[in-house]
């Protein structure tokens, strides 16, 4: 298109389409009205939560399943701090989302006069947990700010990136031409070390690969690479589903001992996308994790290398670039190296380990997924979660996802499970949360309501925060504030227009999963652990 001349707000509403965003979340106030102007005639939604944190989960959750980055727009001060925890936990759990703040006008940053929403520093406030955060001094540098901020979110490793635009800024006018969409191609490993990398797959004779968050796009060429070294593949938690079904899967934690049996006894450990982070690989928090000679690290995130175990290899790059580099060096029939076994066993124990109670709670994620085709489960901080991170196979490529990792946020499950529907309408989410972490967004059933999202809230009452009183029971202390009293779940969903239903038995779920399926809309299933039978 030729040169034209539009405000601020609107020319940012154009940049956003042309970068391929569809849906933005946020809450309009005094401080955001101009950027919403070009907005009614785009072809991007807008969903309205009813807090920020909200619209942060919301993007997060719609990240995850669309590939895309997730768009916020929130207004200056309490708009942008109500966004941190989000943004938080997209940046501990590399989920690209761009956050859109206004910020009061340019001559009163910095002078502490009192001003609505005023905050000493906001930008660097937010700096300390973004990739970027950039405050649009000037208006004709809008284009320029904004390819930076696409660029950075789809190159390197993913997290949050915040543009905060002054009010007197977003009326302004300015000639914008073409907008550029970036693409930026990924780092990729030195032929040397790739040389090396393909003569240790060679000579290894009970080779091992560890699949992070960083991994699920390459999923075809790890699957490719899995079988020609005929390697178990063990998936962290946001890795789960890559692999749903092979025998070469082990979709179990590396907190676990079965698993780090597997590892400590292998020759070669390949861990691609995987920040080998406390959460997946010590969630005991009991240093049990092997010493690996042999260990060999892939991660787009040249930092990242630096932290955590130390390799004996370390490799810049994506992974994509990273497993279809080495698939051409590794010509040649399979070499058959007791893999399956070696997965299949290891996959039986994991199970067994994680104890009964565990493992009823397991079934019951395994329902959910044998149920409804396709499913997603977005889960929040809730005992069957934490139970599922242990040991749990996705049915599908982000077919599992959870705050109980990373930043460990409650709350994060329902309003991630309505951005994970707005970027799959078709397909059915289940939201897995505890009566304690429901109560932490429990308007946001509202926002299902209002966007229509094919959400299943699937309520796991214990009455009150039910892990932390047995920590505290485990250590001795007599529980105190893991009490809080819930509301009747069911009164509180038929006040937003939702079908909701309570089980008296397990048995009941698979049907009432079925029901709630056909309904169009959200809606919402309870399961009490000591009033469902057959649950506990």
């Not at 059915?428 to 209002?450: N, R, T």
Request: net charge negative; hydrophobic share 45%; proline share 6%.
């Amino acid at each position: 298109m030729g040169i034209v001349t539009k405000t601020v707000g609107e020319a940012l509403i154009d940049i956003l389409e042309a970068n391929g965003v569809d849906v933005v979340f946020g809450i309009p106030g005094v401080h955001t009205v101009e950027l919403y102007r070009g907005l009614a005639n785009s072809r991007i939604r807008h969903v309205t939560p009813r807090h920020e944190q909200g619209a942060g989960f919301m993007a997060d959750g719609y990240a995850r399943v669309s590939r895309k980055p997730g768009v916020c727009l929130v207004i200056t001060g309490p708009g942008l701090t109500n966004t941190i925890t989000a943004m938080a936990q997209a940046y501990q759990d590399s989920v690209p989302m761009l956050v859109i703040s206004g910020v009061n006008p340019r001559a009163s940053l910095g002078h502490g006069r009192g001003r609505l929403h005023e905050l000493p520093d906001q930008r660097a406030m937010i700096a300390t947990l973004a990739l970027m955060s950039h405050t649009l001094l000037e208006p004709e540098d809008l284009p320029i700010v904004m390819e930076r901020a696409f660029a950075i979110l789809r190159s390197g490793r993913p997290g949050p990136v915040h543009i905060e635009i002054p009010t007197d800024v977003m009326a302004k006018k300015i000639s914008i031409g073409k907008i550029v969409s970036p693409v930026v191609a990924g780092p990729r490993a030195e032929l040397s070390h790739l040389l090396d990398l393909a003569e240790r797959c060679k000579s290894a004779r009970a080779p091992v690969i560890l699949c992070g968050g960083g991994a699920v796009s390459a999923a075809p060429g790890i699957e490719l690479l899995a079988q020609r070294l005929d390697a178990p593949v063990v998936t962290t938690v946001n890795a789960r589903g890559m692999f749903s079904g092979h025998d070469l899967s082990v979709p179990a934690s590396p907190s676990l001992k079965a698993v780090r049996k597997l590892i400590a006894a292998s020759d070669l450990v390949i861990a691609l996308g995987t920040q080998m982070g406390q959460t997946d690989y010590d969630m005991y928090d009991d240093a049990g994790f092997p010493v690996i000679s042999q260990l060999v690290r892939v991660d787009i995130d040249l930092q990242q290398l630096a932290r955590g175990p130390a390799a004996s290899l370390s490799l810049h790059s994506t992974v994509n670039n990273l497993v279809d580099d080495l698939l051409s060096l590794l010509e040649g029939n399979p070499v058959q190296r007791d893999g399956r076994r070696r997965a299949g066993e290891v996959t039986i124990e994991a199970r067994a380990e994680i104890g009964e109670k565990l493992e009823r709670q397991v079934t019951i994620l395994e329902t959910i997924r044998d149920t409804l085709s396709n499913c997603i489960i977005v889960g929040d901080s809730t005992q069957p979660v934490y139970a599922g991170n242990l040991f749990y196979e996705a049915g599908r490529i982000h077919g599992w996802f959870n705050a109980a990792t990373g930043y460990g946020a409650l709350g994060y499950g329902p309003p991630a499970a309505i951005g994970a529907s707005l970027a799959e309408p078709t397909t059915p989410i289940v939201c897995l949360v505890g009566d304690g972490g429901l109560q932490f967004s429990l308007a946001e059933i509202g926002s299902a309501k209002d966007c229509g999202a094919n959400v299943i809230f699937l309520v796991w009452n214990n009455d009150g925060y039910g892990e932390i009183k047995n920590y505290m029971l485990d250590c001795g202390i007599t529980p105190e504030g893991v009490t809080p009293s819930a509301p009747d779940f069911q009164l509180i969903a038929s006040a937003y227009g939702l079908a909701a239903e309570k089980l008296s038995h397990i048995s009941e779920l698979p049907a009432a999963l079925l029901r709630a399926e056909s309904a169009a809309g959200p809606s919402l299933i309870e399961i009490h652990e000591i009033l469902t039978a057959g649950v506990s």
